[in-house]
């Protein structure tokens, strides 16, 4: 599923993923092979802690479902605050 990186970063950002694809980061993400792949090396190097709580791929799937159907309210995946 080719995609650009400002739509990319919006669906991490609806998602409640607090992570945004810099050019530097984007550049060298495009040369792997799929967007799962992208994921794994990124969240590999720069957000580990989210791969002990989530599978690569429920991310990719949720990432590219997002994609798909993109709307203008954020649906995050974080737990809600408790007050």
Known sequence: MPTDRASLNRAFWDLGLRFQWDEATWSALMGLPDL???????????????????????????????????????IGIEAPRSY
């Not at 799962?36 to 991310?59: G, T």
Request: with cysteine.
């Open 36 to 74: 799962r792949a992208q994921l794994a090396c990124y969240l590999e190097r720069h957000q580990p802690h989210l791969l002990a709580v989530y599978d690569v791929d429920f991310l990719r799937r949720i990432v590219e479902e997002r994609l798909l159907c993109p709307a203008d309210a954020r």
